[in-house]
């Protein structure tokens, strides 16, 4: 293996979902425009470009929207027995206020219509390259040796309002962004007995599903 692609291989796997070892720190402003640099650059249905980047530094905002998250991280642990309660209860969730910024991902699923190439006969064409972007983000953020984490316990009513989101732009991604301490060597999900990790060759059909 040459070293760049060892290099590559080693973001790959340090990359993590950050929650509890944000520093703080203010993000250089040539990095931060680097990582999202590389969000811009990712591939996209059509070259649509349907994504937007909402930077959230305002301590307010922030604070609102944890409460929020906090409200339904109850609303789930109320679907949990006591052994799984239990589990959860002892998982961070989120760092919405420990990292440097958040960083709202956006869908419009207008962006390059009325005719959008190649989703035609996939609707959710547009969202998945939104998915391709926040994954850009995540890997060029762990290289320049910062933390994401991808806050999932809202109503996206609630952020899009939060935010000031147009009519028909949805939030995809609520993603903390900063500078860590540490990253983690195991995920937090298998580190706190969530659910472990599923084999490769599990995951593997040859031609056709199940075989």
Not at 26 to 40: N, Q, S, T, W, Y
Not at 79 to 105: H, M, N, P
Request: proline share 5%.
């Amino acid at each position: 293996m040459t070293p760049e692609l060892d290099a590559f291989y080693r973001v790959l796997e340090r990359r993590r979902d950050v929650r509890a070892e944000f520093s703080g720190e203010p993000i250089d402003e040539d990095v931060l425009r680097r990582v999202l640099g590389a969000a811009h650059t990712a591939p996209s249905v059509g070259m649509s470009q349907p994504w937007d980047f909402v930077l959230v530094t305002d301590r307010d905002t922030r604070a609102e929207f944890r409460e929020h998250v906090h409200g339904e991280r109850e609303v789930f642990a109320s679907q949990l027995d006591g052994e799984r309660d239990a589990t959860f209860r002892r998982i961070k969730i989120e760092g919405i206020l420990e990292s440097s910024l958040g960083v709202v991902v956006t869908y419009d699923p207008e962006r390059g219509s009325p005719a959008v190439l190649g989703r035609h006969a996939i609707a959710d064409a547009g969202l998945y390259s939104v998915c391709l972007a926040i994954q850009n983000l995540w890997l060029a953020a762990t290289a320049e040796g910062l933390g994401v984490g991808w806050v999932s316990f809202y109503r996206e009513e609630f952020l899009a309002r939060l935010v000031g989101l147009p009519d028909g732009v949805r939030p995809v991604a609520w993603l903390c962004l900063g500078p860590v301490r540490e990253l983690q060597q195991v995920p937090d999900l298998e580190r706190h007995g969530w659910r472990r990790r599923r084999p490769l060759d599990e995951a593997l059909h040859w031609e056709q599903y199940g075989t």
